[in-house]
């Protein structure tokens, strides 16, 4: 089984930055992928990016670049970094872990509670 556990959410101001950790506990020597999806009320989750740890290769959504993954294998930690977030981005941020990215959270196995993020 594993374990994810966000952090660094809160609130935050237009134009601002934050930056969300999510780590990985328990068995994690399956895990190749972490991504950060995000939930919007009465909408499903969305794909923000993923990062393919092994070869530490991100992959996003979209090509917008406010917002950058990163992370570390060997501690099996995934990091977001959001730049100039704005009101629209406000939601509910989650960290899921699989043998592979996916960008449908259906195909996540594993996920952390999520963290919210207010911005205004």
């Known amino acids: 089984q594993v374990q994810l556990v966000e952090s660094g959410g809160g609130s935050v101001q237009v134009g601002g930055s934050l930056r969300l950790s999510c780590v990985a506990s328990?068995?994690?020597?399956?895990?190749?992928?972490m991504g950060w999806f995000r939930q919007f009320p009465g909408r499903e989750r969305e794909a923000i990016a993923n990062l393919l740890l092994g070869p530490n290769v991100p992959y996003y959504a979209n090509s917008e670049g406010r917002f950058t993954i990163s992370g570390d294998k060997a501690k099996t930690t995934v990091y977001l970094q959001m730049n100039y977030p704005t009101v629209e981005d406000s939601a509910t941020y989650y960290c899921a872990a699989d043998r592979r990215c996916f960008w449908s959270a259906r195909e996540y196995t594993h996920w952390g509670q999520g963290t919210q993020v207010t911005v205004s």
């Open positions: 328990g068995d994690t020597s399956s895990v190749e992928c």
